[in-house]
């Protein structure tokens, strides 16, 4: 038996459902969804990309009103969905949640490549090339195609700007542009 | 009063419960970056203490793995668009790995084999065979967030901790004199394991867990990988190396939600 035998009574009785009720539902249903239980307001997260804007709104095309830069330390004041109201040392704005991490980042990003916000830049990234051991051991191995075949795959890579990932995100509603 | 709040409370919750479960890709969203992140972090703290190898190291060995992965996969398929397409889906599931100090690229191989990999340092590839056998980006993105997890989470380097060659290593790429075949040993170590031997089971199993959730933070459909190796392990009857280095398809599906085809 799921529910005991006193509230099968009650239920047969004609429930009154108030709109002000509804709405109260309705805004715990928003205000709490499965799943988001594990962010919690109080939480310390910490910023991972080189450079990380605090936003005004909830919404990745929202002004930006402060940037922290690798690894500050955050706490969540608020969620809503996927995204978080954080407060660090004295500035404070919404955040993507899959742009914070739970544990303190130990190692810088590479620069250039995962700054997100206002600092994007259309400018080409220079490839970073093989290491030197790499490149000794492809001569070691007679693979100096295969040496040839990655400079042309690095230079590709490097060719996609942050701005063109930025306007694929956004077209394609990926990430913090989800609909 | 009372109960009737309760009651429109209750109801309103369950209402949201039952409606969110019909859209995973909207419900799970906070649980998926969450797992995510949980996961390869707690996973990275672990392999990265046990490894103690620096980055600069890391991407060493990843690179000369990549040598070998483009040796004995026909060479770099050098299709623009297609390297264009594989590098805007990975970069963008990339971005929300927990390892951001990695340059992430994202290649193609030239063989008709269905099969990807990822090199240590942040380098994936897949093969042409796969790749023209993923024209959906969900499926595509799942199959590439499996390989990122592989890579976020060390799984190739981590046996690397209790090798006696990783002095060798160390000193081979902080100073060139040392002796080169220590450093070859490990790579070729690396690669067998990559290539040849494939990661336990287990390890496969966590790759696919969590780039499900990665696809999923990232707005790809969760069901993504499941409909990709649903695809493949149709062709596994007609096609000679079908994800040969990794566990049986349907082990893997048994393991995966029932997530619905992209």
Redesign the interface.
Known sequence: MLLPSRTLVQLTKPVRFPVLYALIALACAIAAPPGYAEFSKGDKVWSKHLETALLAEPSPLAASGAVVGFAEKLTIKEIRGAWLRVKADDVAGWVFSGNVATDKPKLAPAAGFTTLDASQTNTVAAARPLTPAAEQYAQNLGAGDAQADIDWLDAESAALTQLDLTSYMSENRKGEYRE | MK???L???????A???GA?AQFPG??????????V??TA??TA?VA?GASGLS??EE??IG??V???I??RYG??W?D?AA??RV??IG??LA??A??????????LLDSMAINAFSAPGGRVFITRGLYELLPN?DELAGVLAHEIMHIDQRHAISNIAHDEFLGGVAG??AD?SAT?AQ??QV?GGVTNEILVSGYNPDTEYEADAGGRELAN????APGGLRAALIQVDSLSQQHEEVFSTHPPIASRLERLPADPAP
């Open positions: 109960r009737g709040a009651l429109a409370l209750l109801v309103g919750c209402v949201a419960q969110l909207l419900g799970d969203i906070g649980s998926a970056i969450s797992k992140k949980k972090d707690d703290k990265k980055l600069e991407i060493a690179d000369a990549a040598i070998d483009v040796v060479g770099v050098r623009a390297t264009r590098n805007l970069r963008v971005r929300y927990t390892r951001q100090d990695l340059e992430w690229r994202f290649g980006d081979l790429v060139n080169f450093f070859e790579v933070v990232s707005a790809y």
